[in-house]
């Protein structure tokens, strides 16, 4: 089956600075790439996601990249805020899996001041 | 509030027992997923309803465990003879059926087995 990996597990950035976040995946039928953030005691929000046929998307200040052929795919927050301070998931599906979702492990974001 | 809601939002329980939580999805999303997290993972998919018919068991779901949506809408997750490794975070999602694939979070019933 499925398996994500996502690196680091723990990022710390100056206010202001970027933050990047790297996924891997193993099945190449998924075709859909969510990210997800979560804040203590709730649950995941989705914040962006891409599609296989897409190599690149952008939302304001966060932007995801794929590389399918090397299966990965990666979160960029540029001008990071205090705020973004989270953990932050990505995950893999498949239309034909009825987008089952299969998550990375996590990485805790830390925004200094 | 029109996002997806979870009952309840922390349940103590003892070794043995059972317990049975709800979730009730945006309205006119026909699909519901269920997931598990622990402390420090990410969400582990439990099983998901396209409509009242569930269309996939995790391995993770042990017999002890059961699922049901029965009118389409909301729906519940019973585990039966409760142990301390089922203590974790479950998530409720919903989303359209079809190519879209969003998936929208529940706040989460947090289960604490003693």
């Known amino acids: 089956g499925e398996n994500v990996e996502q690196h680091p597990s723990t990022l710390s950035v100056q206010e202001g600075d970027s933050a990047v976040i790297k996924c891997t995946y193993s099945?190449?039928?998924?075709?859909?790439f969510p990210w997800y953030k979560q804040e203590l005691g709730k649950g995941p929000q989705l914040i962006i996601d891409?599609?296989?046929?897409?190599g690149e998307k952008k939302d304001q200040r966060i932007a995801v990249t794929l590389n399918k052929t090397a299966k990965h795919f990666s979160l960029h927050i540029t001008e990071t805020q205090p705020e973004d301070s989270a953990v932050y998931f990505c995950?893999?599906?498949?239309?034909?899996?009825?987008?089952?979702?299969?998550f990375g492990a996590g990485t805790r974001l830390f925004v200094k001041a | 509030d029109t996002g997806v809601s979870q009952d309840p939002r922390h349940k103590i329980t003892k070794r043995g027992q059972n317990v049975t939580f709800r979730c009730d999805p945006i309205?006119?999303?026909?699909?519901l997923y269920w997931y598990r997290q622990t402390l420090g993972q990410g969400p582990e998919f439990l099983t998901y309803?396209?409509?009242?018919?569930?269309?996939?068991k995790s391995r993770l779901l042990s017999d002890r465990f059961s699922a049901e949506r029965p009118k389409g809408s909301f729906s519940t997750l019973e585990i039966q003879r409760t142990e301390q490794g089922d203590s974790a975070m479950y998530l409720c999602?919903?989303?359209?059926?079809?190519?879209?694939?969003?998936?929208?979070f529940g706040p989460g019933t947090r289960l604490t087995v003693l």
């Open positions: 099945d190449s039928a998924s075709n859909y």
């Open positions: 891409i599609r296989s046929n897409v």
């Open positions: 309205s006119e999303h026909n699909r």
């Open positions: 995950a893999a599906s498949m239309s034909t899996g009825g987008f089952k979702t299969i």
């Open positions: 999602a919903s989303s359209f059926a079809g190519t879209r694939g969003e998936q929208f």
């Open positions: 309803f396209q409509n009242e018919a569930q269309l996939e």
